[in-house]
């Protein structure tokens, strides 16, 4: 028996800003969007490296509030670029956990939480 990849869907309700956060401040790739038809909601795949996740706004799919453990190789390089950007909704900070890895988490426009991980080097 063997698994594959595991594809989060997180909540979003407006699309503006679901943009702003994921493709202007994370710096993620828009790889494709779907609506049934025009001014229905929107649904939406993102990824950055093989990261993939999918942002929807249809109500049946998920809940606002989720968290998701986001594995990076060069933490304090993103923590850096990020901090750059000067987003005025978010100035992340990186922690030291006591489980061996440093994290960052940044909460989206809609109450999802995002926390980006590496391994404490030894």
Not at 3 to 11: D, E, K, S, Y
Request: charged fraction near 25%; include cysteine; aromatic fraction near 12%.
């Amino acid at each position: 028996m063997k698994f594959g990849n595991t594809t989060p869907i997180l909540r979003s309700f407006d699309e503006i800003k679901a943009k702003e956060f994921y493709l202007d401040f994370l710096e993620f790739n828009l790889d494709w969007e779907h609506r049934f038809e025009e001014g229905l909601p929107l649904y939406m795949q993102i990824s950055k490296g093989k990261c993939v996740i999918h942002i929807s706004e249809h109500h049946g799919d998920c809940s606002p509030g989720a968290a998701l453990r986001i594995q990076v190789s060069n933490l304090e390089q993103y923590h850096e670029l990020l901090l750059g950007k000067n987003y005025k909704y978010a100035r992340p900070g990186v922690q030291e956990m006591p489980w061996s890895s440093k994290d960052m988490s940044i909460v989206d426009p809609f109450g999802n939480r995002l926390t980006f991980t590496s391994s404490v080097s030894t």
